[in-house]
Every structure is written in structure tokens, then in C-alpha cells.
């Protein structure tokens, strides 16, 4: 679950959805490269930085299942970002792009088994957490992000 076989086309397609929300919440949108964080981004306005953010593509209707698998280690190390700076999973739908702010929260954890003739391997198999949809908002369906700046900063 992890991005062990992420290709190209899930870094544009992660890309291209890490620019809308840049765009609708009025933010300058600057990537952290390599896979080195457990970001994908961050965003910014007036050079500050507000809010840090992680992207997905999900091929299918935002309600086609109840809830969004995310690897559990994953959604750890985010959560530690969510406590500096607001942090938000966004997630790239076939019926349009959602949303939600990452916090400690706890959610209901299974394990990914994958399946050999999947084509994966057992490097995926890791716990994953279930993040009910409904907790997701659609990014047309609320007014851009205020993300103020902390007080006191300049």
C-alpha cells in the first residue's frame, strides 16, 4: 500500500490533483521531492508555509466503497505533520476531488494480504486503516481554506 510500485502515472496524476487544491485553497503549491518525506507537498501563501498535503488517485466513485484504505505507517508519519501544521489527505476521485484534515484520530485497521497472482508482492502486505468516506469533503462543496497564519508570525 505503501509507493513501492508507484509509477509515472500516479506522479502525474498526484500532481495534477495537488495543484487543484493548491488552486482552490489560494496557495502556492511546493513539492517535496524523492519521496523523502511523508508529504507529497506543502503549501504556501506570502512565502509562509500553512499547511502541508498528500495526494492519492482513486480510480473509482468517491461512494463506490464506505471507506478509503491509506497504509497505517503512512497516516502515522503524516499525523506527526498534522501537529506542526495543518495536514490534508486529497484524494483524486473519478466523480471529483475530495478531502480531509489529517488528525490522531483512531480508525478501524485491517491487513493487506495481497495476493500473488495480483501481480504484487509480499512487500505490500502491511496494516492499512479504514477512513470512512463520509468523512471526506468535496472540494467544490465548501469555500477555499482560510489557513491563517499562526499568530505571531510574520
Same mark, same amino acid.
Given at each position: 500500500?505503501?509507493?513501492? !510500485? $508507484?509509477?509515472? &502515472? ?22 517535496? &521531492?524523492? +519521496? ?17 498535503? $498528500? ?9 463506490? !466503497?464506505?471507506?478509503?484504505?491509506? %497504509? ?9 505533520? &498534522?501537529?506542526? =501544521? ?5 484524494? +483524486? ?13 483512531? !480508525? ?13 508482492? %509480499? *512487500? ?10 463520509? $468523512? ?6 465548501? *469555500?477555499?481554506?482560510? =489557513?491563517?497564519?499562526? $499568530?505571531?508570525?510574520?
Amino acid at each position: 500500500m505503501g509507493k513501492l !510500485y $508507484e509509477s509515472q &502515472s500516479d506522479k502525474d496524476n498526484e500532481a495534477e490533483i495537488l495543484k487543484k487544491f493548491a488552486e482552490w485553497s489560494k496557495s502556492e503549491l511546493q513539492s517535496c &521531492s524523492g +519521496g523523502a518525506y511523508p508529504v507529497d507537498g506543502l503549501l504556501k501563501r506570502e512565502g509562509k508555509v500553512v499547511a502541508f498535503v $498528500e495526494a492519492r488517485r482513486r480510480h473509482n466513485n468517491h461512494n463506490k !466503497y464506505p471507506t478509503l484504505i491509506w %497504509s497505517l505507517q503512512k497516516y502515522v508519519k503524516v499525523v506527526q505533520f &498534522s501537529a506542526i =501544521l495543518p495536514t490534508f489527505f486529497v484524494v +483524486g476521485f473519478d466523480d471529483g476531488i475530495y478531502w480531509i484534515q489529517i488528525k490522531l484520530k483512531r !480508525y478501524r485497521v485491517t491487513f493487506f494480504d495481497n495476493e500473488p497472482a495480483a501481480g504484487r508482492d %509480499s *512487500r505490500d502486505n502491511e496494516p492499512i486503516i479504514h477512513i470512512p468516506v463520509e $468523512e471526506f469533503t468535496k472540494l467544490a462543496d465548501v *469555500r477555499p481554506l482560510p =489557513l491563517p497564519l499562526e $499568530e505571531g508570525e510574520e
